[in-house]
């Protein structure tokens, strides 16, 4: 089953066929006043000092940049962004844009829990140039330093750009064809994949998301404390605007983690106005959890258009609780948009955004576990709770069997493919990943393009018409020739004991004899003191509701100490991580932390 069509203009030989970066002088010209970007540091004034760039002004500075960076490399090299987030890194990323130079965008070496990522994203870019400031400095040279990894011929400092180079900044064409970044996936291995994302590919994805988000209404804003080095941080942020000269607020991601309810309170400042945001699934149960009384009474979310949730798949718990948690402050229930996007499709693919509660639907759980949806009057513990991400805009997604690849009829679950101008060219300098992931070609297309498509590795099904997520193909737990969905079983286990932290829950597969055999990995509540703990009963009460739910037995069972289940950088479970960490003995057990006590 396939789901939607190329808008003309954003199809080869197409009328809108402009580079994003080109609109920039645009919207200087045209209103040269209006607000551009906005950024919010929480580190000169815990109530937020706010920065604000207008659009003649947020032109300057990315042709200084460019210039700058002409200065010292030439199209075609890779330029890493190593620095904190601010209005800085954006310049930096839009200057390199105009400059034909390649932007990684990347982070300060000092941002924790993302060493290894860093590590294997540079080293695969090998950067001519390093984009930083003074005081990261200290960290870029020590990250250079402390491990082998190429050495750039310049650092610049993005801060100390001279910006009367800009006058000196003459245009070049920008074609469509032209890699503009490269954007490294968020997994947790060492060497991640840098896909290549071209200035057709940032143009399409950004008209697609305006279209997807159906944002017809008057002064549309967007505010975001998503990091720009993640796909949906920096198209959210930086593309989105440029579609139409709009404003975007945003604040860093370490400001949102240390108070989640800024992002709010940032959403609240502009009840005039029609606020687009976005965020995984977590962030979403985060903020809602840290929603006192007293701070929920000084918000006003009346003006919060489109909320977008991504994430694999999105929870109906997360749903109901951020709904809840803000229903009385003028959260609209239309406002929250489940979507669906990844890296190699620029990030945006589809999305709810109707201005309808989510749709959710329920199903047999034993039939979806053969392929096939089959429809249960409501939640129950042999259903599988599966929420709409909507349909795309601007493209194609296609539900595929990925052995025989033909497309498969609605209600039936097969690998998403998606076709359209978003869709990346390839990984950085790995053809043969890259044509096994770019290359999809349908065996009987019919009516739909032949290729080449992009499979996305994600299970889905096509049910009325919209997209339900289903899970990841690597993850699939295969036990007695039936096939289990891991989020599933995650959501069994935390619902199993209050023990359990819930979210942080990886389970995966390890093969056995004749079988794979399930292993459940689960943070400790720390809500539940260390001294009145159970591991025993824990254990029991996880074992017996998997088998319940599931029809199936736990070859091993850990409760581990809070923040051992790894995560990307997107806040995803990444169980592939976990999984490696169990292999190692790298995780810290409650079990020998009791032992210790003892």
């Known amino acids: 089953?396939?789901?939607?069509?190329?808008?003309?203009?954003l199809q080869p030989g197409g009328?809108?066929?402009?580079?994003?970066?080109?609109?920039?002088?645009?919207?200087?010209?045209?209103?040269?006043?209006?607000?551009?970007?906005?950024?919010?540091?929480?580190?000169?004034?815990p109530s937020g000092a706010k920065i604000t760039l207008d659009w003649a002004e947020t032109e300057r500075r990315a042709r200084a940049m460019a210039a700058r960076l002409r200065q010292v490399t030439g199209p075609g090299e890779r330029t890493a962004l190593l620095l904190p987030q601010s209005l800085d890194y954006m310049m930096a990323m839009l200057g390199a844009l105009y400059a034909h130079v390649i932007a990684v965008p990347l982070f300060s070496p000092d941002l924790p829990g993302h060493a290894d990522r860093l590590i294997g994203a540079y080293s695969d870019a090998e950067p001519a140039v390093i984009v930083t400031t003074r005081n990261a400095l200290q960290h870029v040279e020590k990250f250079l330093a402390d491990h082998d990894v190429p050495q750039p011929k310049e650092i610049l400092f993005a801060e100390e750009v001279d910006l009367d180079l800009a006058s000196t900044w003459e245009d070049e064409p920008i074609g469509f064809d032209d890699l503009a970044y490269l954007q490294y996936t968020s997994g947790s291995t060492r060497r991640p994949a840098g896909v290549e994302i071209t200035h057709g590919n940032v143009t399409a994805n950004a008209a697609q998301l305006w279209s997807g988000w159906a944002p017809q209404k008057p002064d549309p804003e967007l505010v975001s404390w998503l990091p720009l080095f993640h796909d949906m941080g920096l198209i959210a942020t930086m593309a989105l605007p440029l579609v139409r000269g709009d404003h975007a607020i945003f604040t860093d991601p370490v400001s949102f983690i240390m108070n989640p309810m800024r992002w709010m309170e940032l959403i609240a400042e502009r009840?005039?106005?029609?606020?687009?945001?976005?965020?995984?699934?977590?962030?979403?149960?985060?903020?809602?959890?840290?929603?006192?009384?007293?701070?929920l009474a000084k918000l006003d979310l009346s003006g919060l258009t489109t909320c977008l949730n991504g994430a694999e798949p999105i929870r109906t718990s997360t749903l109901s609780t951020f709904g809840d948690a803000f229903a009385g402050v003028g959260l609209r229930p239309g406002a929250q948009a489940p979507g669906y996007g990844l890296a190699e499709a620029t990030v945006f693919v589809t999305a709810a955004a109707e201005d309808v509660p989510?749709?959710?639907?329920?199903?047999?759980?034993?039939?979806?576990?053969?392929?096939?949806?089959?429809?249960?009057?409501?939640?129950?513990?042999r259903a599988s709770t599966l929420v709409s991400c909507g349909t795309p805009s601007g493209q194609i997604v296609a539900i595929v069997d990925p052995e025989t690849r033909a497309e498969q009829p609605d209600g039936h679950v097969g690998e998403i493919w998606v076709h359209g101008p978003n869709t990346a060219l390839g990984y950085w300098r790995n053809s043969e990943r890259s044509q096994d992931t770019f290359g999809g070609e349908l065996a009987e297309p019919g009516e739909l393009p032949s290729g080449p498509w992009t499979k996305t590795g994600d299970y889905g099904v096509v049910h009325e018409g919209e997209l339900y997520v289903t899970g990841r193909i690597k993850d699939l737990i295969i036990v007695d020739g039936r096939n289990h969905y891991p989020q599933d079983i995650e959501v069994t286990t935390q619902e199993a004991h209050p023990a359990i932290r819930p979210d942080h829950v990886a389970a995966f597969a390890l093969q056995g004899e004749e079988t794979e055999r399930l292993v459940i990995v689960a943070e400790r509540n720390r809500r539940v003191p260390l001294g009145r703990l159970d591991p025993h009963e824990v254990e029991t009460a996880v074992r017996g509701a998997v088998n319940v739910e599931h029809e199936m037995s736990v070859h091993e069972?850990?409760?581990?100490?809070?923040?051992?289940?790894?995560?990307?950088?997107?806040?995803?479970?990444?169980?592939?991580?976990?999984?490696?960490?169990?292999?190692?003995?790298?995780?810290?057990?409650?079990?020998?932390?009791?032992a210790a006590r003892k």
């Not at 089953?1 to 203009?9: E, K, N, V, Y």
């Not at 645009?26 to 040269?32: L, S, V």
């Open 557 to 594: 069972f850990v409760l581990i100490e809070p923040g051992g289940v790894s995560r990307t950088s997107s806040g995803k479970i990444a169980r592939a991580a976990t999984r490696q960490r169990y292999l190692d003995g790298a995780l810290a057990t409650t079990e020998a932390r009791l």
């Open 358 to 381: 989510p749709k959710i639907i329920y199903a047999d759980r034993a039939t979806l576990t053969k392929g096939e949806v089959r429809l249960c009057d409501g939640p129950s513990e």
């Open 15 to 45: 009328s809108g066929r402009t580079p994003l970066i080109e609109r920039l002088a645009r919207w200087a010209r045209e209103k040269p006043d209006a607000l551009a970007f906005t950024f919010v540091d929480y580190s000169l004034d």
């Open 1 to 9: 089953m396939a789901l939607g069509s190329l808008l003309p203009d």
């Open 271 to 295: 009840p005039g106005k029609n606020v687009y945001t976005a965020g995984p699934n977590f962030a979403y149960e985060y903020v809602a959890s840290m929603a006192s009384p007293e701070r």
